[in-house]
């Protein structure tokens, strides 16, 4: 079938449908819809992924049967979480914008109790409801279900899963003896299975692809790292793909609070879905989100069902989820609508079991990748900083100041002006200590973290240790201190490496290729009156050279040329250029 007009529905419902730019049905619409007409009334069982149009699947068949003419309750629709649910109530109401006298109300916890039960007061044909706000309803007389006889439970496994079996015992005990049920689910499991013993009659069951487990738009991959470098490798990845547009996912409500909290804190944009937040700030959250002015919507797997979201590039999982069925809903949540999308995993070196696993019962193919180096991160930001200059609209008082430098890059190509331009803005980068760290595990590359010092003055990897008597205190940081050291010995800084910034003094590594006795360089320069020394680790001495003078550095060549000798001054001045 190629057309809604062809499953059965009426004139009009297709007519909205059209409307509404509803072009071809899905597989499990083609095969629901005609039959929960023809069959009317039917128990039934659809299972199918998340994202496949479910709720079309019920929601028109159910608007086409609903007596819009009869002002009671006639059917429930059951959500397990309030964005389901009103997600839910909103395509209904679009579905049934020809029946005008079918009203839908959707009911949920964490919201003004006082206004759902003024709402349902007027004539409501369709209740959409979470199942704990619901038993509240009945237990005040404020909803009857005496009525209903159509009732739907989607994501049903997902209901189970968050424990709400007994809600959904009394509800349907409220509801007639010869109602029918129609059950949506991504997954069937055994409670499930019981569920369909105790409630229905010789369902129908329709299933759509159920054996693959998970959407073939999406890349499972997963990244190796220590855990205590997970937030590391995220920022990375949020620094090399700027444009992504992408959900994590956390075990605990903790977890998710703390690394929005840091990731924030780092401007990067971020924030924060979890249970302890009230309905208020849940809906402000969603309401950024789906504006596109957030990066990373970090959330627990409570919070974030019932998400329908069709352009995240990216699932991230901080740690995987411990149920199976929790990795295929966490991981559909991208790779929706026909776009292509991307599940990835950080996992520690002794989880390799679990991503074995699931690839097994889940049926998916993962792709182990790794944590982008800083040199890829380098050029992805540099990249980006290029892309902003190409979209900047020139400013009309530019040519004037332009005139004012007197052609100063007059005897610079293009090229030679360029490289300039491009280190200036390698200076800007603010690569932080935490950032050099390689991130990957088991690939046997890792360095050692260079915070640690070393008492050796060769390095393992045949790189010379030096000391230098500048430090916190004289206000210097990674970046300033190796513009400082390639001023003043005319090495390039990508040779000086392993920086350990401490309170009075630093540490840093030379490669051996380079170190032509490099304290030599650094014989008469002075920081604020106090004589510079740089020695190799072994000393641990005071050089025995005098340094008397003042404001002036030896270029490698042996000219002098005149420098602010402050580490974090010159780059500051440099800066400025």
């Known amino acids: ?41 039917t128990d039934f069982i659809g299972l199918a992924q998340t994202g496949t149009g479910k709720t079309a699947a019920f929601g028109l068949p159910l608007v086409d049967t609903i007596d819009e003419k009869n002002p009671v309750t006639q059917a429930l629709v059951m959500a397990p979480t309030r964005e389901l649910s009103q997600q839910t109530a909103q ?19 964490g919201a003004d109790i006082s206004r759902q039960i003024k709402a349902l007061k007027r004539p409501t044909q369709i209740v959409v409801a979470t199942p704990g706000r619901l038993l509240d309803l009945i237990k005040r007389k404020a909803v009857s279900l005496k009525n209903v006889r159509y009732v739907v439970l989607d994501e049903a496994d997902e209901m189970l899963n968050m424990g709400f079996k007994d809600d959904i015992d009394e509800i349907l005990s409220h509801t007639l003896e010869d109602r029918v049920t129609w059950l949506f689910s991504a997954t069937m499991p055994k409670e499930i299975r019981r569920l369909v013993d105790t409630y229905m009659k010789a369902p129908l069951e329709v299933s759509v692809n159920t054996e693959q487990k998970s959407n073939k738009d999406i890349s499972h991959q997963y990244v190796v790292t220590k855990t205590t470098h997970k937030l590391l490798a995220i920022k990375r990845f949020l620094d090399i793909q700027p444009d992504m547009k992408g959900i994590m996912f956390c075990r605990t409500k903790m977890d998710t609070q703390e690394i929005a909290d840091e990731l924030s804190k780092l401007g990067y944009a971020v924030e924060a879905l979890h249970g302890d937040l009230s309905q208020r700030q849940r809906d402000t959250v969603m309401k950024r989100f789906k504006s596109r002015s957030m990066q990373l919507l970090i959330a627990t797997d409570v919070a974030a069902r019932g998400i329908d979201v069709n352009d995240l590039s990216h699932v991230f999982h901080h740690k995987l989820p411990d149920q199976l069925e929790s990795y295929t809903h966490r991981s559909g949540r991208t790779g929706r609508a026909g776009n292509k999308g991307i599940s990835m995993a950080f996992i520690n070196p002794r989880e390799d079991r679990r991503i074995k696993e699931i690839e097994r019962r889940v049926n998916v193919k993962f792709e182990k990748i790794t944590v982008p180096s800083v040199e890829e991160l380098k050029v992805s930001r540099i990249n980006n900083w290029a892309s902003l200059i190409l979209n900047t609209k020139v400013d009309e008082q530019s040519e004037s100041i332009l005139n004012s430098l007197h052609g100063q890059f007059a005897d610079l190509t293009k090229e030679d002006l360029l490289k300039r331009l491009i280190t200036t803005q390698l200076d800007h980068l603010m690569i932080q200590e935490d950032e050099e760290i390689d991130l990957n595990e088991g690939d046997g590359r890792g360095r050692k973290d260079k915070r640690e010092s070393s008492s050796s003055s060769r390095t393992k990897d045949g790189n010379n240790r030096y000391f230098i008597n500048v430090g916190l205190m004289d206000g210097v940081t990674d970046a300033d201190l190796k513009h400082f ?14 920086l350990s910034i401490q ?28 004589p510079i020394r740089v020695n190799r680790d072994e000393e641990g001495r005071p050089s025995k050279r005098k340094a008397h003078y003042k404001g ?17 001054t010159r780059r500051n001045r440099g800066r400025r250029r």
């Open 552 to 568: 002036n550095t030896r270029s490698r060549g042996g000219s002098r040329s005149n420098h602010s000798a402050n580490p974090a």
């Open 1 to 41: 079938m190629s057309h809604f007009s062809q499953l059965g529905l009426s004139q009009s419902t297709c007519a909205v449908l059209e409307e509404l730019g509803f072009e071809q049905p899905t597989p499990i619409q083609q095969k629901a819809i005609p039959m929960l007409l023809e069959n009317n009334p």
């Open 485 to 498: 050291l390639s001023d003043v010995t005319g090495i390039g800084r990508k040779h000086f490496s392993d």
């Open 91 to 109: 395509q209904l109401v679009n579905f049934s914008k020809s029946r005008k006298g079918l009203n839908v109300e959707v009911v949920y916890g």
């Open 503 to 530: 309170k009075n003094c630093s540490f840093f590594n030379i490669e051996s290729k380079h170190d032509d006795d490099l304290s030599k360089h650094f014989e008469y320069i002075e920081v604020e009156g106090r």
